[in-house]
């Protein structure tokens, strides 16, 4: 295979004049070839343009400059370094960190090469929410969110974004207008240019491809389709976009046997979930300013992994608030067997499900200190005299005072815990929780 760069050849940076000698090839796409390579002994990616698509995207040098001099939004980004050149070659590419070995591709997660549980699952797209907010706060646009452009650690839920050569200023015009199935109807129809609002409708398509491992315009009008052509997709995504679970019109419900990801995933997630995508593809289809946007997600995302508990057979399950109002027993999507609850945290109208692994951050115990989880504040033990009996130990270096279910109030000091017992208060300082069971 005949490759633009070949390995041992040597390329330069244009800020630096760092000389990078290029290792091995790692693959191709539609803008050029990507390397892997070193410089000054650590390993990097680079990124190298087919002449033909410098010469169609003119303002490519200009935008990765522009993506340079701002820098990178968060360490999630594989954001370009630095142009490289060759002397005498009009051609170009940038340097960019280089994945590591962990990281799986949305692709491999819609087809199981990657089974993550779904803490980790959530952490991926709560941390996808909170890098396209900092993205789009520096005034950027995506422009092409697919899930090619997404990777994440099955173990940990880390995310990394890569083809960030596409990125631009926010409504700026460009060659790339994004990719089929995740563009936001405007830009299907050719009616605006990529802009943040097109951005918040593909990062729902992508969240809701990882949670539902489905497309959430394919459904009935998507399997009658016989020609798969330009024009059904542009009907299909762009003048007649319809939610697969639009609570007013089921012409596009999923089929089954064609769509079952859809229904069992569907069904399994809490009706808060539910109504937050609802909202992403009935009005938000249409309602570009009213678009779900990334705080929001944000919120939404940390109540999902908050609503986590186990089955006896260890399966990962939601706890919904909705549902448990009712009489209807619950029962696991693994074993179906008919779950038990956990103890429970009320915070603010928001649950926290009280597993025996269940840590609290700052943004559960401080309402001034909304996103913060750098340090936990409180976690989940087991009595060390007694194994039936669990606990919520005070991890901070701030006392809690507690109301038992007798009023009666008692002071918890840092290390010592709090039994979990149903009727009891905590007030964390200036957050107040009562656990249930």
């Not at 994440?152 to 790339?176: H, Y």
């Not at 919120?299 to 609503?307: A, E, H, Q, T, Y």
């Not at 009712?326 to 499900?353: F, G």
Request: net charge negative; proline share 5%; aromatic share 10%.
């Amino acid at each position: 295979m005949s490759t633009l760069l070949q390995n041992k050849q040597i390329i330069y940076g244009e800020l630096t004049g760092q000389s990078y000698t290029i290792d091995s090839f790692l693959g191709a796409g539609t803008q050029g070839e990507v390397y892997r390579a070193h410089a000054s002994g650590q390993e990097v990616a680079i990124k190298w343009y087919f002449p033909h698509y410098i010469q169609n995207d003119m303002q490519l040098r200009q935008r990765l400059e522009n993506a340079i001099r701002k820098g990178s939004p968060d360490n999630n980004f594989l954001w370009p370094l630095e142009l490289v050149a060759l002397p005498n070659n009009a051609g170009f590419g940038y340097v960019m960190p280089l994945r590591p070995s962990n990281f799986k591709s949305i692709v491999d997660l819609m087809r199981r090469r990657a089974e993550p549980s779904f803490d980790a699952l959530i952490s991926a797209c709560l941390q996808l929410s909170e890098s396209f907010l900092q993205l789009h706060a520096k005034g950027l646009c995506y422009r092409d969110i697919n899930f090619n452009n997404v990777f994440f650690d099955p173990n940990t839920g880390e995310i990394l974004i890569c083809d960030n050569d596409n990125v631009d200023v926010n409504g700026a015009t460009g060659a790339i207008n994004g990719t089929p199935r995740f563009m936001a109807p405007e830009l299907v129809r050719g009616d605006e240019a990529p802009n943040t609002e097109s951005d918040l409708f593909s990062l729902a398509i992508l969240l809701f491809y990882m949670l539902m491992l489905h497309h959430p315009l394919e459904g009935k009008k998507e399997a009658s389709i016989r020609c798969f052509d330009q024009s059904a997709m542009n009907k299909l995504y762009g003048t007649e976009p319809l939610f697969i679970f639009d609570p007013q019109d089921n012409s596009n419900a999923p089929v089954a046997g064609l769509h079952d990801n859809a229904l069992v995933y569907w069904a399994l997630y809490p009706q808060f979930l539910r109504d937050v995508f609802t909202r992403a593809f009935t009005s938000g289809i249409n309602d570009q300013h009213g678009r779900i946007r990334e705080n929001e997600w944000r919120v939404i995302l940390i109540n999902l992994r908050d609503s986590i508990f186990y089955c006896r057979c260890g399966a990962q399950n939601f706890y919904d608030a909705d549902s448990s109002k009712t009489d209807i027993t619950q029962h696991c999507w693994a074993c179906n067997r008919a779950l038990v609850y956990p103890p429970r945290l009320h915070i603010n109208n928001t649950v926290v499900m009280l597993n025996h692994n269940t840590l609290l951050y700052r943004h559960h115990t401080d309402q001034t200190q909304k996103f913060n989880f750098s340090e936990p504040q409180a976690a989940v033990n087991r009595h060390p005299q007694d194994p039936n009996r669990w606990g919520l130990q005070n991890i901070s270096s701030q006392a809690w005072t507690i109301t038992l279910s007798d009023n009666s109030v008692k002071i918890v000091d840092p290390q010592r815990s709090v039994n979990l017992a149903a009727g009891v208060s905590i007030n964390f300082g200036n957050t107040l929780a009562d656990i249930r069971v």
